[in-house]
């Protein structure tokens, strides 16, 4: 993080790239259930903004659907009882399937948001996702159905929907609403809580704008939308 500059930024090389990657789900067996939320949320937005991305392809629809798969049966479970070795597993296996999602379809407005949030305020990059995950989703389909009713992106929020509800008959404005309830049963508290008020709204936006994540949202959101978001994610 620029502390001056109040960005977070990442860094990236291909000298970074590792030649094995060891994912051990031991290593979470004692992760705090406020930790287990918040990286947990991460994990399966990484899984859903992929998905619903311009750039989705086959190889990351797979390993997303297979991500978002896991982490609905999985989450809550590991939240509350983070001894639970079939749920701890599942939850490393979608966080694996989230990065490997991301980083060939890109991610979408909920880490547009996370980027400056997290430069400007104390907010775990996890608790800022989790906060916005059901919001965004929310505007985004209602964006989508105002704007872009016949978007394929529409399609694959009702297919996000089916996946995590388990009903196949789910539609697209399910998926906000399920995500939205665990967020609640989560306990995830609101961006107040990280000293956010209101009348930081506009430079927030302002910088979301600008973040290289906002590419891959399905729907150019406007100023408004994003406002709304901001805003409905702020109080405790």
Same mark, same amino acid.
Not at 201 to 206: E, L, S, T
């Given at each position: 993080?620029?502390?001056?500059?109040?960005?977070?930024?990442?860094?990236?090389?291909?000298?970074?790239?590792?030649?094995?990657?060891?994912?051990?789900?031991?290593?979470?067996?004692?992760?705090?259930?406020?930790?287990?939320?918040?990286?947990?949320?991460?994990?399966?937005?990484?899984?859903?903004?992929?998905?619903?991305?311009?750039?989705?392809?086959?190889?990351?629809?797979?390993?997303?659907?297979?991500?978002?798969?896991?982490?609905?049966?999985?989450?809550?479970?590991?939240?509350?009882?983070?001894?639970?070795?079939?749920?701890? &597993?599942?939850?490393? #296996? @979608?966080?694996?399937?989230? /990065?490997? !999602?991301? +980083?060939? =379809?890109?991610?979408? $407005? %909920?880490?547009?948001?996370?980027?400056?949030?997290?430069?400007?305020?104390?907010?775990?990059?996890?608790?800022?996702?989790?906060?916005?995950?059901?919001?965004?989703?929310?505007?985004?389909?209602?964006?989508?159905?105002?704007?872009?009713?016949?978007?394929?992106?529409?399609? &694959?929020?009702?297919? #996000? @929907?089916?996946?995590?509800? /388990?009903? !196949?008959? +789910?539609? =697209?404005?399910?998926? $906000? %609403?399920?995500?939205?309830?665990?967020?609640?049963?989560?306990?995830?508290?609101?961006?107040?809580?990280?000293?956010?008020?209101?009348?930081?709204?506009?430079?927030?936006?302002?910088?979301?704008?600008?973040?290289?994540?906002?590419?891959?949202?399905?729907?150019?959101?406007?100023?408004?939308?994003?406002?709304?978001?901001?805003?409905?994610?702020?109080?405790?």
């Amino acid at each position: 993080m620029a502390e001056d500059e109040q960005v977070k930024v990442s860094l990236r090389s291909p000298l970074m790239l590792p030649a094995v990657a060891v994912i051990d789900p031991e290593l979470t067996y004692s992760l705090p259930p406020s930790v287990t939320a918040s990286t947990g949320l991460d994990a399966l937005t990484q899984c859903i903004e992929p998905f619903v991305s311009p750039q989705a392809n086959p190889l990351s629809d797979a390993v997303a659907r297979e991500g978002m798969h896991r982490a609905s049966g999985a989450l809550l479970r590991a939240f509350r009882d983070g001894s639970d070795r079939e749920a701890r &597993r599942d939850m490393a #296996v @979608a966080s694996l399937c989230g /990065g490997l !999602a991301l +980083a060939n =379809a890109k991610l979408g $407005a %909920v880490h547009g948001f996370a980027s400056p949030l997290c430069g400007m305020f104390p907010v775990p990059h996890g608790m800022a996702c989790a906060r916005l995950l059901p919001l965004i989703a929310e505007i985004n389909v209602r964006a989508l159905r105002t704007r872009m009713p016949n978007a394929v992106a529409l399609a &694959r929020y009702d297919e #996000v @929907a089916r996946i995590v509800t /388990g009903d !196949a008959s +789910a539609r =697209a404005e399910d998926a $906000a %609403v399920w995500l939205r309830e665990l967020v609640a049963e989560l306990s995830v508290p609101g961006l107040a809580s990280y000293g956010v008020k209101g009348g930081d709204i506009p430079r927030v936006v302002a910088a979301a704008r600008q973040a290289s994540s906002m590419q891959g949202n399905p729907i150019v959101l406007t100023d408004a939308e994003l406002y709304e978001a901001l805003g409905a994610a702020i109080p405790a």
